[in-house]
T-cell receptor
Framework: DAGVIQSPRHEVTEMGQEVTLRCKPI?????LFWYRQTMMRGLELLIY????????DSGMPEDRFSAKMPNASFSTLKIQPSEPRDSAVYFC??????????????FGEGSRLTVL | GDSVTQMEGPVTLSEEAFLTINCTYT??????LFWYVQYPGEGLQLLLK?????DKGSNKGFEATYRKETTSFHLEKGSVQVSDSAVYFC?????????????FGKGTHLIIQP
């Protein structure tokens, strides 16, 4: 069975460039989450969607970050313009049901972003 | 707000040693508690969970008991293996209503030496 698929696995870019990270959740999952992982701050929830609708984006650091989910099988996280402090591993995760009760999120392998 | 505190790593042990990774939490409601594991180069995966006080979660020889009185959920394993080397995350999901993902601790890097 295919898990959560993220691309690219690694991205190196220069400050000021636009970065787009992509995620394909597990088919049938209603919830999709974007997390950012850094050594200093650990795992931070950026935004999550329920049935393609953004529910909570309070974790998005600033206006340079945006996320979309145009359909049930695809989501993007965009950073424009990128800055060195955005360097991190970005994880996408999906869940098949009310995660409040189940608590099991299925994570992709992450996209490691380096902004020079 | 909700928060999870877990012991800093790395934790280095010899094979077959006893493992404890401490985790304490702060939450406004009655959270469910989880341990996730992240192997090198991979995403996180659920290791075990407990949804109410005094519940014990267990999987792959790991155990953790939900202690409401001490707001703790320590991870234990009686005899670790080299293959257990990974980063372990304690997490909670608050029952305040709404699906808002999980609040994670910063992770504890575990290194098991042969």
């Amino acid at each position: 069975d295919a898990g959560v698929i993220q691309s690219p696995r690694h991205e190196v870019t220069e400050m000021g460039q636009e970065v787009t990270l992509r995620c394909k959740p597990i088919s049938g999952h209603d919830y999709l989450f974007w997390y950012r992982q850094t050594m200093m701050r650990g795992l931070e929830l950026l935004i999550y969607f329920n049935n393609n609708v953004p529910i909570d984006d309070s974790g998005m650091p600033e206006d340079r970050f945006s996320a979309k989910m145009p359909n049930a099988s695809f989501s993007t996280l965009k950073i424009q313009p990128s800055e060195p402090r955005d360097s991190a591993v970005y994880f996408c995760a999906s869940s098949p049901r009310e995660p409040l009760w189940a608590g099991e999120l299925f994570f992709g392998e992450g996209s490691r972003l380096t902004v020079l | 707000g909700d928060s999870v505190t877990q012991m800093e790593g790395p934790v280095t042990l010899s094979e077959e040693a006893f493992l404890t990774i401490n985790c304490t939490y702060t939450a406004t409601g009655y959270p469910s508690l989880f341990w996730y594991v992240q192997y090198p180069g991979e995403g996180l995966q659920l290791l075990l969970k407990a949804t109410k006080a005094d519940d014990k979660g267990s999987n792959k020889g790991f155990e953790a008991t939900y202690r409401k009185e001490t707001t703790s959920f320590h991870l234990e394993k009686g005899s670790v293996q080299v293959s257990d080397s990974a980063v372990y995350f304690c997490a909670l999901s608050d029952s305040g209503g709404g699906a808002d993902g999980l609040t994670f601790g910063k992770g504890t890097h575990l290194i098991i030496q042969p």
